[in-house]
């Protein structure tokens, strides 16, 4: 399958912003995700980005996409507690997902 | 009110007895999907459907059996549960392949 890769733990203040990374292997991909788990839950949808886009804002989300590096962020802005949480950014090649191993961020009050 | 139901949320089971997981999407959604996640690698897609009687095969797709043979259901089977597949499992609907999935609570298997 294909790879995508992110770091495991990410630990910021409360306020701070918090940047995310994602590296992905193929340059097939058409859209690139980015979802959210909390503790017992399933995954929900933060935003996405389509491959010929640089960059995409939402609120506090920023995602920037590096096509040439094939390097996916997110970041966001003023972190609260309330964003502790794992991130995955996911793939789309053709009509199959591949998702990263999950950030988990923790947010320190 | 719009929901993907899993169903067991917990199961504990025994080598080689046949088990199915259930999905249920009341969203009239297209596209579902089932998948597995692991410590340390994240989801893994085992098949996924585009639409009824349409499936095919995901990342990981060794050992389970699907069929979407009503557009609201999509069940998980394990014919001959190993050990190996003990996870968390998770099914997905969506309206189309592109937009955004909505998942259920998990489901989490354990075979001994």
């Known amino acids: 399958g294909e790879d995508v890769e992110q770091s495991l733990f990410l630990s910021v203040r409360e306020g701070d912003s918090s940047v995310i990374n994602c590296t992905y292997t193929d340059s097939s991909s058409t859209y690139l995700y980015w979802y959210k788990q909390e503790p017992g839950a399933g995954l929900q949808l933060l935003t996405y980005?389509?491959?010929?886009?640089d960059m995409k804002q939402d609120q506090r989300l920023t995602v920037l996409l590096n096509k040439k590096d094939k390097h996916l962020s997110l970041r966001i802005a003023d972190t609260q507690t309330g964003d502790s949480a794992i991130y995955f950014c996911?793939?789309?090649?053709?009509?199959?997902?591949?998702f990263g191993s999950g950030t988990k961020l923790n947010v320190k009050p | 009110e719009a929901q993907v139901t899993q169903n067991p949320r917990y199961l504990i089971t025994v080598t080689g007895k046949k088990l199915t997981v259930t999905c249920s999407q009341n969203?009239?959604?297209?596209?579902m999907s089932w998948y597995r996640q692991d410590p340390g690698l994240g989801l893994r897609q085992i098949y996924y459907?585009?639409?009824?009687?349409?499936?095919d095969k995901g990342d990981v797709p060794e050992g389970y059996k699907v069929s979407r043979k009503e557009k609201r259901n999509f069940p998980l089977i394990l014919e001959s549960p190993s050990p190996n597949q003990t996870s968390l499992y998770f099914c997905?609907?969506?309206?189309?392949?592109?937009?955004?999935?909505?998942f259920g609570q998990g489901t989490r298997l354990t075979v001994v």
């Open positions: 459907s585009m639409n009824v009687e349409v499936t």
């Open positions: 997905a609907s969506s309206l189309g392949v592109r937009t955004e999935a909505f």
């Open positions: 980005i389509f491959s010929n886009m």
């Open positions: 969203m009239n959604h297209e596209y």
């Open positions: 996911a793939e789309l090649n053709f009509n199959k997902f591949y």
